[in-house]
């Protein structure tokens, strides 16, 4: 069976299953963020410690990150329909065991498996979109299955909201076992199980290697602050290993005929522009999600579903700035729309050293909104340019190597901007510790939360003022090695998009879909 044979309902059935489950990948970038706090909580969680909490982040974009070529590859030799299912499955698994987690390991081991599971549906989603529209109605469904996102960070919190205020903190990960019955009958009844007829081999080598730096990389920043001595051998050596293991992964791929993640790509200086760019965006976003969550529901005292309200004009933003940037974008260019939009974000990464403790919630969700634009009129024009660049026998390449650098810089921004507030949190929280005893000291030390918990058990108000304090001014340091990044990255995009180069248009080349 062949596109021509597939009628417009059909397609139309096909991408509205697509689309559904594809919120499900959305919803739980976000979803995760409302109940940290209660994590976090010795009394109501499992009393995790930040590092933990990073893991639990982190694991879902590493996996998310590394698993993306293999399961694009095993969609070409076995089906894609096939491998999608396989990543429902996996995702609805991992969901039951994150809920009911004893400790914080298995949280972060059913949350890398959810990261597995979300790689496995991401690839194959987009390669049944490829094979069941044709040409003319292909962009038009990408788009609306891109919408999909906006929708998912959008339900994220507000939802965990809901369901950790009148619940228990797994109850964020149950939400997605409806999602994913309904996702697997649609996908069973109406979606074809496409494949290339010239299969992509795997490459269990990069799988391995890839997955092995970054995990590296972001245990050795993650143990930084665990202990603010950047110095150990537990921080730089994972940290030098893991750029080792990084830089031999690819070059085990420049190498490869047929690398599953194309380094040589980058010798376009605006593709490597853009994806740096893209990967500084999402590393500063991850980072303000996590300390914003800290923010309003320990510092500021706010419940859930109130957190997740206060994050909605982002969201909203972030919807609003997608197309109004790629319209504009195409009048005035990617360095002016996104290049100005990317020195928006790092403005509102600034504006972050203005929120205290009493500041009003209506500048908090202003700047939210005008982050959140910012975000969307970054995004949208940038990943259509850096793909446009490339030679059009290329662009999947390119597609799946964007979304993986954009993973990377969630990764690296959980480790890196996680640690900095762990570490300026614990330097000024220090002095107020001195007069507890040992063991009180050590329990309240890792975190606000700690420290709140302490200090309601020796009744002592005056402690709980100073861990409020100290996680604010934690907090604008945080924010501000966002914004610095942001900016440099704006820096870079202007100049790399600074002038308009045409481009020829290249026939599409046949990729011999078969639909079975």
């Known amino acids: 069976m062949t596109v021509r044979d597939l009628s417009i309902s059909v397609q139309r059935r096909v991408l509205s299953v697509l689309v559904f489950a594809a919120v499900l990948i959305w919803i739980d970038t976000t979803i995760l963020g409302i109940a940290l706090e209660r994590i976090a909580d010795p009394r109501t969680g499992l009393g995790a410690t930040p590092g933990e909490l990073q893991w639990a982040v982190g694991s879902y974009a590493l996996l998310f990150a590394t698993a993306l070529f293999a399961a ?3 969609g070409d030799r076995y089906g894609h329909r096939t491998i999608l299912v396989l990543g429902l499955v996996c995702f609805g698994a991992a969901s039951i065991w994150a809920a009911w987690a004893g400790d914080a390991t298995g949280l972060i081991l059913a949350r890398g498996l959810m990261g597995l599971g979300g790689a496995m549906m991401m690839p194959t989603s987009m390669a049944i ?6 040409a003319e109605r292909r962009a038009g469904a990408i788009a609306a299955w891109s919408a999909s996102s906006g929708v998912g960070v959008a339900l994220g919190p507000l939802l965990g909201g809901v369901l950790v205020d009148h619940f228990w903190w797994g109850s964020v990960f149950l939400v997605n076992l409806p999602v994913v019955a309904i996702a697997l009958v649609g996908i069973l009844a109406v979606v074809p199980n496409p494949r290339l007829a010239m299969r992509r081999r ?3 080598l990069g799988l391995v290697l890839s997955t092995a730096g970054l995990a590296l990389l972001a245990y050795g920043l993650i143990e930084a602050g665990q202990d603010t001595d950047w110095a150990r051998w537990q921080v730089w050596g994972p940290v030098l290993g893991g750029l080792v293991v990084i830089g031999l992964f690819l070059a085990v791929e420049w190498r490869s005929p047929e690398p599953s993640f194309d380094p040589r790509l980058f010798r376009n200086s605006r593709f490597s522009a853009g994806n740096l760019a893209l990967a500084a965006l999402f ?10 969550n800290f923010y309003l529901q320990g510092a500021r005292g706010f419940g859930a579903l109130e957190t997740g309200l206060y994050f909605l004009p982002g969201a909203i933003g972030v919807a609003v700035g997608s197309g109004l940037g790629a319209r504009l974008a195409k009048r005035h260019g990617v360095a002016a729309v ?3 939009a990317l020195l928006v974000v790092a403005l509102s990464f600034l504006a972050n050293l203005w929120f205290d403790l009493d500041t009003p919630m209506l500048w908090f969700c202003l700047v939210g909104l005008v982050s959140g634009v910012g975000m969307g009129m970054v995004i949208a024009p940038t990943v259509a340019a850096v793909i446009a660049v490339l030679p059009l026998d290329r662009m999947g390449a390119g597609s799946a190597v964007n979304n993986t650098v954009r993973q990377v810089g969630s990764v690296l921004g959980i480790a890196l901007l996680g640690t900095i507030l762990s570490t300026a949190y614990r330097d000024r929280i220090t002095p107020f510790l001195a007069g507890l005893p040992g063991p009180l000291r050590d329990a309240a030390a890792p975190s606000a939360e700690h420290t709140r918990a302490v200090a309601e058990s020796v009744q002592r108000p005056d402690l709980t003022a100073a861990a409020n304090d100290a996680f604010v001014a934690s907090m604008h340091v945080t924010a501000a090695s966002a914004a610095l990044v942001a900016f440099l990255a ?3 995009l202007a100049l790399a998009f600074r002038t308009r180069r045409s481009t020829s248009k290249a026939a599409e080349p046949d990729r011999s879909i078969l639909v079975g």
């Open 72 to 74: 694009g590859a095993l």
């Open 338 to 340: 996104s290049g100005s």
């Open 283 to 292: 590393f500063g976003i991850t980072g303000q999600m996590f300390y914003g």
């Open 490 to 492: 704006a820096v870079l």
């Open 202 to 204: 795997p490459d269990p």
């Open 129 to 134: 979109i490829g094979a069941t529209f044709p």
